[in-house]
Nanobody, 122 residues
């Protein structure tokens, strides 16, 4: 089970930190990812992180502004979002995948969270 938190309303240029808590004892076996879906749009890739937390991969639209990290001891993955823009407004989802590489922007994941709303006002 994945449970996101940390969403909210923020002004453009502001920051938010999303967290995702995972249950289970094999968290470090999973590649973790963040995706988002804006109203009327398809879900899109945001970032992934490797099982050990060493390697990360970002969508071009968030590179340099967002940072994904994980704490395997706490079964947590986070997404630090800085310099937010109105176009970042979306429901953000964390996801877990047992197989495959972190270097993959595809959305084939084993588990998904329920999502947390992020709204950036202009």
């Amino acid at each position: 089970q994945l449970v996101e938190s940390g969403g909210g309303l923020v002004q453009a240029g502001g920051s938010l930190r999303l967290s995702c808590a995972a249950s289970g004892r094999t968290f470090d076996s999973y590649v973790m990812g963040w995706f988002r879906q804006a109203p009327g749009k398809e879900r899109e890739f945001v970032a992934t992180i490797s099982r050990g937390g060493i390697n990360t991969y970002y969508a071009d639209s968030v590179k340099g502004r967002f940072t994904i990290s994980r704490d395997n001891a706490k079964n947590m993955v986070s997404l630090q979002m800085n310099s937010l823009k109105p176009e970042d407004t979306a429901v953000y989802y964390c996801a877990a995948r047992r197989r495959g590489s972190y270097y993959d922007s595809g959305s084939t994941y084993d588990y998904w969270g329920q999502g947390t709303q992020v709204t950036v006002s202009s």
